[in-house]
């Protein structure tokens, strides 16, 4: 608060003896008077005038169990964030109780200090304020210095450097392990106690962070929490003690070693390591993406953390890219969709299986299983399951096409089927299957026969046809009206004729053993 002190530089030398009246008898007049009064006034030149105040803060409210209560009992939640101080010197050694409640200066920017900090006070249109903490032990993490606002009881003694939450250690709250963000030319940051910063700055420092020659017109806005606690997985262990056995040497940000970070820059390098996230086998972020890094600079955003989460609550998330999007991880990426994955390829779309090859599975547990086995040991198999009724539709330009000896092995209960409605089904029992297709409307319903009953029932025939020959050349004759007829039998002629209606015969027996199919199992 405003205060008058005397001057640190300021010595009054005089020895003369104060006059009041030369003759020492008599009633001063209005003009001695003033005299008098002026003489004895208090010389300016020997004091000084403050209008601010630094002051130690006693109380700090800033949680509901230490704000005050009104008349009602009722919380006075306008009091969050203020603080009760003690000025070290107009109020010097006055009870806590008695002084003053401040308000911070800035409500928009407040930093909450800690009890036994230090802030500069200040006094506008009958409001008390305060202003940010006065770096006494010239630490970024804390300043307590408990006591230079005068005398203290007991239990204020006892709960020196005892806080809720804050946690000190013997130099007076100054953790050792967070430190200052190093400046550079024509930088703002803006620090917090605990490791989290933000710079406004540029890369016009050459080598700042691994960068090139250095760029005037290159400004950048770096973010980071949780100073280098990530140095022991990248080489940056020297980095850190360093910092600890060097007392108040700033520190600077670490894409790599500091816990979280959000980098927006506009032509630098930005030296992220991927070699434990990126995928062992990334042939398709090389080839299609040429393995664009942060380092090669330019207008980028890079975040880097242990984990990275997006989720919108009522809304989308779109991604749009002008030169591709690709995604490398050591481990499975995933994609559950409640209502569907459609994907549209405008040119050759592209899937490499490795051992364990890819499973389609539908919600009725149908699937289709491609590469089961692959380089486990086993031939690439492509399986086709799933509940009964199960089909295979095939439209007009669609095949099926394989090696020779592949074949398309159906269980119970499978078909394919055809975009007109025609099918091949295989249902019933294991021991009695019903096989038919079914054509188009116009011709109904047709089935289907057995193959081997078929081939016998053929084979008789054939038989039958054989044996008709042998009894027409063994008849002696044709019974007429008139008697019999000649022997049939007899003639050349008639010998010919029949043996090569046998032979057409066997040729057509030859036939039925190909009708069947052959099946390589």
């Keep these: 608060m405003g205060h008058w002190t005397p001057s640190s530089d300021y010595s009054d030398t005089s020895s003369k003896k104060t006059v009041y009246d030369k003759d020492g008898s008599g009633v001063p007049t209005q003009g001695r008077v003033r005299q008098i009064v002026k003489s004895n006034t208090q010389n300016p030149k020997g004091w000084e005038y403050y209008e601010l105040e630094i002051a130690e803060v006693m109380e700090v409210f800033d949680s509901e169990d230490k704000l005050p209560k009104n008349e009602n009992g009722d919380t006075i939640w306008g009091l969050l964030g203020c603080i009760k101080a003690r000025p070290h010197q107009s109020e010097k050694d006055k009870i806590v109780a008695k002084l003053k409640i401040y308000e911070p200066l800035d409500m928009n920017m407040t930093k909450m200090p800690l009890r036994n900090e230090h802030v500069i006070v200040v006094k506008y249109l009958g409001r008390n304020y305060y202003l940010p903490v006065v770096p006494l032990l010239g630490s970024i993490n804390a300043n307590i210095v408990p006591g230079r606002s005068g005398i203290r009881d007991q239990k204020m003694i006892d709960d020196d450097f005892l ?8 130099n ?8 200052r963000l190093l400046p550079r030319e024509g930088d703002v940051t803006i620090e917090g106690r605990f490791g989290n910063t933000i710079r406004f700055g540029s890369a016009i420092v050459e080598g700042a962070h691994g960068d090139e020659p250095s760029t005037q017109d290159s400004p950048n806005i770096l973010m980071r929490v949780g100073q280098l606690v990530d140095a022991s997985l990248f080489g940056d ?3 850190k003690q360093e910092l600890e056995d060097t007392n108040f040497k700033p520190a600077e940000e670490n894409i790599n070693s500091d816990g979280s970070s959000i980098w927006m820059t506009s032509d630098q390098k930005v030296n992220l ?12 972020m090389s080839s299609f993406h040429e393995d664009d890094q942060p380092n090669l600079g330019g207008k980028q955003i890079t975040i880097n953390s242990d984990r990275i989460t997006f989720n919108t609550k009522r809304g989308k998330i779109l991604g749009f890219s002008h030169d591709g999007i690709g995604f490398s991880t050591k481990k499975a990426f995933t994609v559950d969709a409640d209502d569907g994955l459609n994907i549209n390829s405008g040119g050759a779309t592209t899937i490499d299986l490795k051992p364990g090859g890819i499973s389609l599975i539908t919600p009725g547990n149908s699937r289709l299983d491609l590469g089961e086995g692959g380089q486990e040991g086993g031939s690439d198999t492509i399986y086709l399951s799933s509940e009964c009724p199960s089909f295979l539709s095939l439209d007009d330009k669609a095949h099926l096409e394989s090696c020779k000896g592949a074949n398309v092995h159906l269980d119970d209960c499978a078909g394919l089927y055809t975009h007109n409605g025609s099918y091949f089904k295989i249902g019933g029992s294991n021991d009695e299957a019903v ?3 079914k054509g188009r409307d116009d011709v109904k319903e047709q089935h289907l026969v057995f193959g081997e009953e078929l081939a016998d029932l053929l084979d008789s025939i054939c038989n039958s046809f054989v044996e008709l020959g042998t009894t027409i050349l063994d008849l002696n004759g044709i019974a007429t009206g008139a008697g019999p007829s000649g022997p049939i039998s007899s003639g050349p002629a008639n010998q010919a004729l029949i043996t090569a209606w046998e032979g057409g015969v066997e040729t057509i027996r030859a036939r039925i053993c190909n009708i069947l199919t052959k099946v390589d199992v």
């Design 435 to 437: 096989i038919y297709v």
């Design 163 to 170: 806080y809720d939450f804050f946690e000190v250690n013997e």
């Design 237 to 239: 262990e020297n980095l």
């Design 172 to 179: 007076f709250g100054n953790d050792d392990k967070v430190r």
């Design 273 to 284: 390591d991927i070699e434990e996230t990126n995928a062992n086998d990334h042939s398709y």
